[in-house]
């Protein structure tokens, strides 16, 4: 089954959403004050806090049935971010092939790669590659015949959050006549 896309139409999100980024540190200090740090983890966990403002009566009714069909916290899905969703222009590097270049985000000078991403445009040194030179797949360019060793690979694209909810709890509150709010939920990112 295909990964179920957050619907894109329920953009009225508030302005206090939140994003958490955690890397599970653990740190030890020795008896003259020397100190070592250690991670498990290879990417961070990142958590979004947010709520809709507005939801008119058919957009909750949507929104609480794309609930109901991830099942609360136990299926994942893509969630298009209001603000961390775009790249422009980034470099990209290829893989053992020659001829795939993962997709990443980017959030000042750190990367990590991205499953899912579409409107995608391609430019090897520069120059617009033919959408039919290049396929997308898993957040993955792969190009039918490798642009070359010394190529530059530069991409433009819109990237999505794999995300799942944070627990199964989602709650709407009637304030008027086809007025609704959400309380704040949580998703978490998920690889």
Sequence with gaps: MAIRIFPPDLNKLAWSSKKT????????????????????????????????????????????????????????????????????????????????????????????PVEYIDNVTVYVNGMEAPSNSYTVKDGKIIFKTAPGRDAKVTADYRYYWKVMFKDDKVTIENVYTNINKSDTFKLEVVR
């Design 21 to 112: 980024i955690t890397w599970d540190t653990t740190i030890q200090t020795s008896g003259s004050g020397m100190v070592r740090t250690m991670t498990n983890r290879l990417y961070p966990s990142w958590t979004i806090q947010t709520k809709f403002a507005f939801l008119s009566n058919l957009e909750y009714q949507k929104f609480l049935g794309f609930v109901a069909l991830v099942k609360g916290a136990h299926e994942p899905f893509l969630w298009l971010d209001p603000d961390d969703y775009e790249i422009k222009g980034l470099w990209l590097t290829a893989n053992a092939d020659g001829k795939t270049y993962q997709a990443l985000l980017k959030m000042g000078e750190y990367v990590e």
